[in-house]
């Protein structure tokens, strides 16, 4: 997503909250850049139906997001049964948290 950097500058971020689910569970986490996984748990960044990076508009001006496509009300929702382009139910689960 975000393209290769540091290993000390990458986090493990959870789509369920850690806190409460209190499981680590790698279907359910993504490795992101730091400040990526902050916009992440701030919800101004989500990850949409068909996989690709979406911002909040508030955030769409700056240069090192412009890349990512803008957060709409639309991509909230998950994809249809046994779709292969959707990470499943921790994807919706977050979205229907950002949207």
């Known amino acids: 997503m975000t393209g ?6 990458l986090e493990a971020a959870h789509l369920r909250p850690f806190a409460t689910t209190e499981r680590h569970l790698i279907r359910e986490g993504l490795l992101l850049h730091s400040d990526i996984h902050r916009l992440f748990d701030s919800g101004l960044l989500a990850i949409s139906r068909d996989l690709t990076v979406r911002i909040a508009p508030s955030i769409a001006g700056h240069a090192a997001y412009s ?4 957060l709409h009300p639309a991509h ?4 249809p049964a046994g779709s292969r382009s959707d990470c499943g139910a921790p994807c919706r689960y977050h979205r229907h948290l950002v949207t």
């Open 76 to 79: 909230s929702g998950g994809s």
């Open 4 to 9: 290769a950097a540091l290993a000390e500058l």
């Open 67 to 70: 890349p990512f496509g803008r």
